[in-house]
């Protein structure tokens, strides 16, 4: 589904990952994780730290999927605001998901306890297209102010110099909270704690399907694993995991989304295109989101292909976006573009669950870097007995996409394109 990761910057300035073993015949342990990527390589470690023994298949190499190609913003909260999941659940499941999901920084916490190497740098700013945008952004922000006490700034048209050099946005709000990292390196220092701890990583080896029950058996290449407990962590490849019965026909709650990134040569101007460093993703339904690297390139993500197959020259494809955005380097050398398909589910929240011994968390949507290693550690906190946290994810609401298995992607498609018209139309 997604191309390699050849073109990728953050492949190109990895930390050295020592390859993982490929499953050599059967084998038994309490937890199988299916998936390498921030959901899974969290769950595992956090099952390794709770006294499980763990057992975790990669089909390709860890972070191959959106973990390693994503734009590293770490935004806090849910693709719904605040207010809107207060409006739909009520305060008592607004309070519970606001703990979790805007105050709690488990990414930070991971990054500090193993002392990861991943260029974290705190700020974010969420840029308005349009002065309604902006007038809702500055709502909400008081809105989380008065009702739960969360701090930011709200930055208006003339201000916005200090965040950012481009004269398109019409205000937006600038959260300390949330910033950027190095998604490659964050999921390495992930595995290498996961390894420490005691997790049996292994690569280049397909899951090919769930057996469940009381003691569920996967069945992979080179073997056959039984468990007390499977996590499935697959995202965008969830539909490819075969389960006994076809439920709960995972893959049904998604469609993959492309999206491409760019990253520039080191610029001599960068600090002047992003002041004070800070992440910004603009509220365009189609955004663009972009960064400053380490060594000052801008990342740049922007445009969405509904087909699967990618442009044939990424650079070309994003440039442009870029170019509206930061016209004084529309023609800055590039030399990295990358894909990944982002799993987005019909209402864009998150799809977690269990069924039995099998738990699940996938969709999040373009809005994962942060949720994700939430979501792994709150599978094992529920494995070991203490499902309450758990259940506030696992109960958000979820539907499968219409269309059965032929017409789901291309009815979504319909769906996003309507918005994607309403975006160019203003
Ligand atoms: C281009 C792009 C930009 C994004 N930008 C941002 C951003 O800036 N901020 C943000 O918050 N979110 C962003 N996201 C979303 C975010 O990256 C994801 O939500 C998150 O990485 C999902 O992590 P995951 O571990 O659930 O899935 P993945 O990282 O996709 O991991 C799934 C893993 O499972 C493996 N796998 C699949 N099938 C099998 C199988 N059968 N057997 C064994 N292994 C299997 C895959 O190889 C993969 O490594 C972006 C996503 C993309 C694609």
């Known amino acids: 589904m997604s191309e390699p990761l050849t073109y990728s910057y953050y492949g190109g300035s990895a930390h050295r990952w020592p390859p993982q073993p490929r499953l050599d015949g059967d084998r038994y342990c309490d937890v199988v994780v299916i998936g390498g990527g921030f959901t899974g390589l969290a769950a595992a470690l956090a099952c390794a730290e709770r006294g499980f023994s763990v057992i ?39 309070d519970a998901l606001f703990e979790l999901c805007w105050r709690q920084n488990r990414v930070k916490a991971r990054i500090q306890k193993h002392n990861i190497d991943c260029d974290l740098k705190a700020g974010h700013l969420e840029a308005a297209w349009t002065s309604a945008d902006f007038d809702a952004m500055r709502r909400e922000a008081e809105y989380l102010s008065a009702r739960f006490g969360y701090q930011s700034d709200v930055v208006a048209k003339p201000g916005m110099g200090a965040h ?10 600038y959260d300390l909270q949330g910033g950027h990292f190095h998604p490659i390196n964050y999921a390495i ?4 704690a996961a390894l420490a701890a005691g997790v049996n990583i ?34 965008s490849w969830m539909s490819e995991i075969w389960m006994r019965d076809g439920e709960p026909r995972l893959g049904r709650y998604t469609v993959p989304i492309m999206n491409y990134n760019i990253a ?3 610029l001599a101007n960068a600090d002047t295109l992003l002041p004070s460093d800070a992440a910004v993703a603009d509220s365009r339904f189609v955004l663009n989101y972009f960064r400053l690297s380490a060594d000052k390139r801008l990342i740049f993500g922007g445009g969405e292909r509904y087909s699967q197959t990618p442009p044939r020259d990424i650079a070309a494809f994003v440039r442009p976006f870029m170019a509206q955005v ?19 589910t019909m209402n864009r929240l998150p799809h977690i669950g269990r069924r039995g011994n099998v738990f699940y968390a996938h969709g999040f949507s373009g809005h994962g870097a942060l949720v994700t290693t939430l979501a792994g550690e709150l599978i094992a ?11 506030v994810l ?14 789901r992607r291309p009815l979504a498609t319909l769906g996003l394109l309507y918005y994607a018209m309403k975006d160019k139309l203003g």
Not at 334 to 339: E, F, K, Q, T, V
Not at 381 to 391: L, N, Q
């Open 56 to 94: 975790l298949l990669e089909k390709e190499k860890i972070a191959f999927g959106a973990s390693g190609r994503n734009g590293g913003q770490l935004i806090p909260g849910l693709r719904w605001t605040a207010s809107e999941l207060e409006k739909d659940f009520g305060p008592e499941r607004a």
């Open 381 to 391: 906190e529920a494995m070991a007995g203490t499902a309450e946290r758990f259940d």
């Open 202 to 235: 292994l690569e280049d080896c397909r899951a090919f399907g769930v057996e469940d029950g009381v003691q569920p058996v996967v069945s992979a290449l080179g073997g056959a694993i039984r468990a007390s407990h499977v996590i499935l962590a697959a995202d």
């Open 264 to 266: 520039t040569a080191p």
């Open 164 to 173: 950012i050099g481009s004269k398109l946005y019409h205000g937006g709000i």
């Open 189 to 192: 220092g992930l595995g290498k």
């Open 326 to 344: 930061f016209p004084q380097i529309a023609d800055a050398k590039i030399d990295y573009g990358w894909g990944g398909a982002v799993a987005v």
């Open 394 to 407: 696992a109960n958000l609401p979820s539907k499968p996409f219409p269309g059965g298995k032929w017409l």
